[in-house]
Structures are given as structure tokens and as C-alpha cells.
């Protein structure tokens, strides 16, 4: 069976450096992998997502992250935090059978000035 | 992309009472799904809902304490039955975003606060 893993429940940075949340994935087939955003009383928002083809996808404000197969990660990068960004992440991956997505269970961003 | 609004946005009830909370989508899907998200936890899929179909319940949730409807292509409704503590979390609707029959990206209603006291 699928499953996503976030092995970092909270990261705390610096306004202006830099930002990689981690996730790794279990998936027996190509998985379809995506990032969503949950700010403080939202709902979810996609970040970006994963299906095939360039290995590094480029999402909304700014961030990007790179499907490495060898490594079953898809880690989430920024190069410059904004205090804008602190929130909820959440990994997911999508699955072919039953169309069922599973979430990692999130890094809480902070961001510090 | 879909626009995605819930009612209502949050709640505060007593145990032993239900709710029912509506999810209305900008356009036609077939498919609705409904998440819990526990206070700091993760999003768990309660159920996915099809017009004109019963809804299809993930393990550890029961159609009787979790009641939905589907009356059309863009609306839904989860009903929380006979409240306890215990259902004190945020209440998620979503819809797929792709046409295909492969997984793509949901877009998210902005989410029912429920507390149960």
C-alpha cells in the first residue's frame, strides 16, 4: 500500500534563507506526487504536483521540488522564505486504483524575522 | 480549477446533536470527497460521494454516524450524527481536478471548524 512520510513535524527558519521540507513516498508504481499549502483557517491549496516527465516541477510562489526515484522523495524547495509562508505542508500522493490520495501528516512552517 | 464553498464555517454543539454541513462546487464533478482533519493532525478521507449512488466509506467510518447526500453534480452534504467530543475537528469537501480517469489535483472547500462540548 501507498504511504507518504514527513519525517519533520516542525521547521522553524529565518526570514530570506533558504527552505526544504522533506517528504518520501512508498508507491509500487510511478506515483503521481503533489504539495499543498494550508494557511491558518484555510483549506488546502496545491503548490504543485508530479505526473511524469522533468523531475523538477516549479509551483506557485516560488516553490519547487524534485522527484528522485532512487531516493522515493519529492522535497519541496524555496529559495528565499517570506514570512507570508509559514503554514501547514502537506505531501500527498495520488493513487491509480480508486483514485484515493494519501497525505503525509504535514511540517508546520515558522518563519522567524 | 473549482471554487469550493462550505456552510458553515465553524460550530460549536452539544454531544448527542447532529450536523450537517453543505458543500457547494463552482462546476459539475463527479466525484465529491470528505475529509477530517483532527486538531493537528492530517487530513483522513471519511468518504467519497458519486451522484446519484451511496457513498462509498472508508475503514473506520459508518454511512448511520456519518450520513451523505449527493443530490447533483455540484452539491453535498455530510451530516455528523449523535455528536460527541471526539468529532471536534475540521471537516474538509473537495472535488478532483482532472477530466481523466487518473489521480490529479484536489482543490478544497475552506473547511468546517466543528467543536463538540
Known amino acids: 500500500a501507498q504511504s507518504v512520510t514527513q519525517p519533520d513535524i516542525h521547521i522553524t527558519v529565518s526570514e530570506g534563507a533558504s527552505l526544504e521540507l522533506r517528504c518520501n513516498y512508498s508507491?509500487?508504481?510511478?506515483?503521481?506526487l503533489f504539495w499543498y499549502v494550508q494557511s491558518p483557517g484555510q483549506g488546502l491549496q496545491l503548490l504543485l504536483k508530479?505526473?511524469?516527465?522533468?523531475?523538477l516541477v516549479q509551483g506557485i510562489k516560488g516553490f519547487e521540488a524534485e522527484f528522485k526515484r532512487s531516493q522515493s522523495s519529492f522535497n519541496l524547495r524555496k529559495p528565499s522564505v517570506h514570512w507570508s509562508d509559514a503554514a501547514e505542508y502537506f505531501c500527498a500522493v495520488g493513487s491509480t486504483g480508486g483514485f484515493k490520495t494519501i497525505f503525509g501528516a504535514g511540517t508546520r512552517l515558522f518563519v522567524k524575522a | 480549477s473549482a471554487v469550493i464553498s462550505q456552510k458553515p464555517s465553524r460550530d460549536i454543539c452539544q454531544r448527542g446533536t447532529s450536523l450537517t454541513i453543505q458543500c457547494q462546487v463552482d462546476?459539475?464533478?463527479?466525484?465529491m470527497f470528505w475529509y477530517r482533519q483532527q486538531p493537528g493532525q492530517s487530513l483522513t478521507l471519511i468518504a467519497t460521494a458519486n451522484q446519484g449512488s451511496e457513498a462509498t466509506y472508508e475503514s473506520g467510518f459508518v454511512i448511520d454516524k456519518f450520513p451523505i447526500s449527493r443530490p447533483n453534480l455540484t452539491f453535498s452534504t455530510l451530516t455528523v450524527s449523535n455528536m460527541s467530543p471526539e468529532d471536534s475537528s475540521i471537516y474538509l469537501c473537495?472535488?478532483?481536478?482532472?477530466?481523466?480517469?487518473?489521480?490529479?489535483?484536489?482543490?478544497f472547500g475552506p473547511g468546517t471548524r466543528l467543536t463538540v462540548t
Open positions: 473537495s472535488v478532483e481536478g482532472g477530466a481523466s480517469n487518473l489521480p490529479s489535483e484536489q482543490y
Open positions: 508507491y509500487g508504481a510511478t506515483p503521481y
Open positions: 508530479y505526473f511524469s516527465g522533468d523531475t
Open positions: 462546476s459539475q464533478v463527479t466525484m
